[in-house]
Each structure stands twice: as structure tokens, then as C-alpha cells.
């Protein structure tokens, strides 16, 4: 079983999209976040969430909104694409009382 | 500001050498510190982690140590071998401001480890 599982893996659009990533995890712990790693390997944080509350929002720019249904699960949207917005974007769950994040596969986004 | 840093982006060595990966943190709050491998096409991998009451760690042909003193880290693999070539990435967290639960894990810029046969 994949401990944090998002998909797609692979998502190329176009500037000016609409597009969503999603993200599961079967862990069981109650923080989920979103980080993007640029072209030089450099992962960021953008977006964590604790039991479906957000508790950290990075000066992610308004067109990026995390969606949290359940605290299993972790969705981000993405309005109005831009060429910038090109990364690959992980999802991880973990954290809780000080223990290590788990990442997913990555998303790896293209906008052309 | 809070940052964690490497000394080396990259690393080339000989199977079966031993390989040491370094990190500085300058946040002296930082009290729990942890060692990411990241293969191609794949996500961070949790490698060893080590917390602020701690100064070595060691777990199976890695070991992490911690200096607090000079604010250093570092990750040695023992007997390094071709599948151990990856992109190594140091992390620190912390305690938030209430002190009850702990913040955003922080990254570093990671060091490509090339492994020779």
C-alpha cells in the first residue's frame, strides 16, 4: 500500500487553466502539506493542514487554495495557470508530535 | 531568518568508500533534525533522524550527527553503494510559538551523491 499516494504524476496545460492535484494518505496522521520543488531541487512549504484546518499558508499567491475534505485527504487547486506555476509539487502527511513527514511521488506540472 | 544550508551541492564517490554529507541550520531553536533521500522521479525519502537532545544517531550504514555548539550536521554512509545515488536533503522543525506541537519542516538545498562502481 502507498503511504501518501497524488495524482496525476505527470500534468501539462496550458497558461491560464484551471487544474487540481490530489493527495491521500493512509497513515492516519492528522497534518497533511503541500511543498513545490523548483528546477534547482529547492523544496518550499506552501500549505499545511491539521485535521482538516489550515495551519500554515506560505504568501502562496490567491489562485493556489488547498482543499482538506477529511483529514486523510489533501486537494490543490490551481486557478489561472502560469508559466511560474511550472514545478513539481509533493504532498506529505506527518509531523505530528514531532515525527518525520512522509512525501508522495510528486506531481510534476508543466504550463506551456 | 531561519535557514538550513550545505556546504557541498555534490559528492562523487567510489562504491564502497565512505561517504559524509554536511548541513549548517542558523536556527538555534531547531530541535529536531532529519535526513531525506530523493531518488529520480520520486519523493523525499525519510533516511534517519536525530533530535536536539541528541549527538549521534545511528541506524543501518547511516549515521547522523548532530553539533549543536556550531549549529552543524551531518549524514555518514558506511560502504556506499550505487543505489545510494540520490539527491540528500537535511530538514529541521521546531516547536511553535505555544511550544505544544511543531511547526513546518524547513529544507536545505540538498547534495547529488554519485556513486562509481
Known amino acids: 500500500d502507498t503511504a501518501v499516494s497524488q495524482t496525476p504524476k505527470y500534468l501539462v496545460t496550458q497558461m491560464g487553466n484551471d487544474k487540481s492535484i490530489k493527495c491521500e494518505q493512509n497513515l492516519g496522521h492528522d497534518t497533511m502539506y503541500w511543498y513545490k520543488q523548483d528546477s534547482k531541487k529547492f523544496l518550499k512549504i506552501m500549505f499545511s493542514?491539521?485535521?482538516?484546518?489550515?495551519?500554515i499558508n506560505e504568501t502562496v499567491p490567491n489562485r493556489f487554495s488547498p482543499k482538506s475534505p477529511d483529514k486523510a485527504h489533501l486537494n490543490l487547486h490551481i486557478n489561472s495557470l502560469e508559466l511560474g506555476d511550472s514545478a513539481v509539487y509533493f504532498c506529505a502527511a506527518g509531523g505530528d508530535r514531532g515525527s518525520p513527514l512522509h512525501f508522495g511521488n510528486g506531481t510534476r506540472l508543466t504550463v506551456t | 531568518g531561519e535557514s538550513v544550508g550545505l556546504h557541498l551541492p555534490t559528492l562523487s564517490v567510489q562504491e564502497g568508500d565512505n561517504s559524509i554529507i554536511n548541513c549548517a541550520y542558523s536556527n538555534s531553536a531547531s530541535d529536531y533534525f532529519i535526513w531525506y533521500k530523493q531518488e529520480s522521479g520520486k519523493g523525499p525519502q525519510f533516511i534517519i533522524d536525530i533530535r536536539s537532545n541528541m549527538d549521534k544517531r545511528q541506524g543501518q550504514r547511516v549515521t547522523v550527527l548532530l553539533n549543536k555548539t556550531v549549529k552543524h550536521l551531518s549524514l555518514q554512509i558506511a560502504a556506499t553503494q550505487p543505489g545510494d545515488s540520490a539527491v540528500y536533503f537535511c530538514?529541521?522543525?521546531?516547536?511553535?510559538?505555544?511550544?505544544?506541537?511543531?511547526?513546518?519542516?524547513?529544507f536545505g538545498q540538498g547534495t547529488i551523491l554519485t556513486v562509481h562502481p
Open positions: 530538514a529541521e522543525i521546531g516547536k511553535n510559538a505555544g511550544g505544544t506541537s511543531y511547526g513546518k519542516l524547513t
Open positions: 493542514y491539521n485535521n482538516k484546518e489550515l495551519i
